[in-house]
């Protein structure tokens, strides 16, 4: 269940995948949403697309504490200090352009009229922002310019994780695949 010094487990690679699965989702369906002609159930899908944010933010929290508690695997010896530095600043990236993207989803929602703060019909979630035409634009605007620096983020971890397998050959991707 939990890292070792050499590999990833049960619980972080869980969470890696959801949320990895859940993010590159978010992007897609947001994009979907956004490059097609208004519809009846637009407001529908955008519901929605903030629920699974919503959910987004509290896996990534729980992720971040993970992270905390149980021991972060090593890279495999050789890996240069540059290789850690990038590897380390592309995970930092990810973790913050994620909750960005998120929280700015999150400040869209309770700027918009109406809001999205029913999470799936079950309870509202609190808004931080107030009602503002002008700021929810703005905070839509930002929201989506950020999703794509979170997608070219995305795109150089997973070709990492390809170049560590296919050119490197070390471990590092099937340590997240499978946890040995």
């Known amino acids: 269940m939990k890292n070792t010094v050499s590999n990833w487990g049960a619980i972080a690679r869980l969470l890696h995948w959801t949320l990895g699965l859940l993010i590159v989702g978010m992007i897609g369906y947001g994009y979907w949403m956004n490059h097609w002609a208004a519809r009846p159930d637009r407001f529908f899908h955008r519901s929605i697309h903030a629920d699974i944010g919503y959910l987004i933010i509290l896996l990534t929290g729980l992720r971040l504490i993970w992270r905390a508690i149980s021991p972060t695997p090593a890279l495999?010896?050789?890996?240069?200090?540059?290789?850690?530095?990038?590897?380390?600043?592309?995970?930092?990236?990810?973790?913050?352009?994620?909750?960005?993207?998120?929280f700015l989803g999150?400040?869209?929602?309770g700027a918009h009229k109406p809001d999205y703060s029913s999470f799936f019909g079950l309870f509202r979630v609190p808004q931080f922002t107030s009602e503002d035409r002008a700021l929810a634009g703005a905070y839509e605007d930002r929201h989506i310019q950020m999703a794509y620096v979170l997608l070219a983020l995305i795109v150089i971890h997973v070709l990492a994780a390809?170049?560590?397998?296919f050119i490197k050959r070390d471990r590092v991707l099937m340590r997240m695949v499978t946890g040995e």
């Open 162 to 165: 390809l170049w560590h397998h």
């Open 106 to 109: 999150w400040a869209h929602s």
């Open 76 to 102: 495999p010896e050789g890996t240069s200090r540059l290789e850690r530095g990038l590897s380390h600043l592309n995970h930092t990236l990810l973790y913050l352009w994620t909750l960005i993207v998120a």
